[in-house]
């Protein structure tokens, strides 16, 4: 067996990294990865090159080449770039990169970034912590990093990319109108640090200036709470159609009859009437980051 059989995609621990293998169960995402892979081989066979030698000219192993190719392993954007350039692809597959970029994400993910890049309007309010949208990446990584079991490195630098990407909500033209209440005990607790949270804090308070952008704060003095059974997300599309999902309806599950929302709207515009106003609330933050 030679030396290039037994290396895999280089990373800075010289280890193979299984947080690019492509996930059997994730139909779409397969299917891009196969596809990617068969124009790698296409364009490799089109000027005459063995596996080994297409590997050894772009820094990778033969066996990595094989996975890519067979639509078992996402190829980094470093080795499309390196594979258009040894094979004269002209751009069209470093072009792939976007693409590739998202099937690494979860499908979960990749799901709820569609929708979202859909709604014209998102409405969601968060018991625990920041919503998504709202966190900046040192915030999440910091969530991440208190998962248990423990997640890889890797996995939670991925975790933070696919958060940060569904953020270009907030630069969409025409814009959507988004509404966010948290609670108080989300804009106290120091997740990360003392400075994660200052920075944090910093970043709603220029969030919370966006003409589309609506943060409201629920206060932990309040005798009557509508939100008390968790989290609720309402999604709404220009097609009329609409997304919803609360932790204490349902069972929890996403739904979209008519009926079912309209009681998942009603229960965030009570939340909405019991936080502080919009300008109240960025009053309060500003003031929590002077305490913090």
Request: hydrophobic share 40%; charged share 30%.
């Amino acid at each position: 067996m030679s030396v290039d059989e037994t290396v895999t995609e280089r990373g800075d621990d010289g280890v193979d990294e299984p947080d690019w293998d492509v996930d059997p169960d994730d139909e779409s995402g397969a299917a891009m990865a196969a596809t990617v892979g068969r124009q790698i081989k296409a364009w490799r066979e089109s000027v005459g090159m063995r596996a080994g030698e297409f590997g050894a000219a772009i820094g990778y192993g033969e066996d990595l080449v094989y996975k890519v190719e067979g639509g078992r392993r996402i190829p980094r954007p470093e080795f499309l770039d390196k594979a258009d350039e040894v094979l004269g692809a002209g751009g069209k597959l470093a072009l792939m990169k976007r693409e590739l970029a998202e099937v690494r994400y979860p499908k979960k993910v990749r799901d709820l970034a569609r929708l979202e890049a859909r709604a014209v309007e998102l409405m969601a309010y968060g018991d625990h912590n920041l919503h998504g949208l709202l966190q900046t990446a040192e915030y999440a990584r910091a969530l991440f990093e208190m998962r248990l079991p423990a997640y890889k490195p890797d996995a939670i630098e991925q975790a933070v990319a696919a958060r940060a990407a569904r953020q270009t909500i907030f630069e969409r033209a025409p814009a959507p109108a988004l509404s966010f209440v948290q609670e108080e005990a989300t804009l106290r607790r120091p997740l990360g640090g003392t400075m994660v949270l200052r920075r944090q804090l910093e970043h709603l308070l220029h969030l919370g200036q966006l003409r589309q952008v609506s943060i409201q704060v629920m206060p932990i003095a309040r005798e009557e709470h509508a939100g008390m059974q968790g989290e609720t997300q309402v999604l709404k599309f220009k097609d009329g159609t609409a997304w919803g999902r609360s932790e204490g309806a349902f069972n929890g599950r996403v739904v979209s009859d008519p009926k079912q929302l309209r009681i998942l709207e009603l229960r965030y515009g009570m939340i909405r009437a019991q936080a502080l106003p919009p300008g109240e609330s960025l009053a309060f933050i500003e003031q929590l980051l002077g305490e913090t």
